[in-house]
């Protein structure tokens, strides 16, 4: 059985849920948003697996991440050049992420919703390797 969590930080974690946009069909009537969403994971989870998400919603979430960490790389960029008046605060910025998405996704993900390794590091590249395309791209 898995935990309820409730706060901003687990409200962030489940945006995706409550967003996704596919209809399921649950007791004759078609939903969107998070019921069909859990609806979905359920029935991956009974054919896969518990922590096992499917391709689809994988791929789902994955877009997520990558949404993500395209608006962090902007939000750091515009604040190391308004609060700092340097770009060099951005890879302070980037530093911090790729220590605290590690803490989250191989730690933190692990005891709260009992995510699976491979899912861990699949979610760790999708919001690092952004980071990093910029980070090698800007460093000479």
Known sequence: MKKEYSGFYHWLVMIPDRLYPFKTEIEGHWVRGRRSYEATLARYEQRYGMGHYGYKLTVYREVFHLIGSILFLV????????????????????????????????YLHRRMYQQLWRKGIVDWLSWCVPMGIYFFTRFH
């Not at 340097?86 to 911090?96: G, P, Q, R, T």
Request: net charge neutral; charged share 5%; aromatic share 24%.
């Open 75 to 106: 939000s750091a960029a515009y604040l190391s050049r308004a609060f700092f008046g340097s770009a060099n605060a951005m890879y302070v910025f980037l530093a911090i992420a790729v220590g605290f998405i590690s803490f989250q996704e191989f």
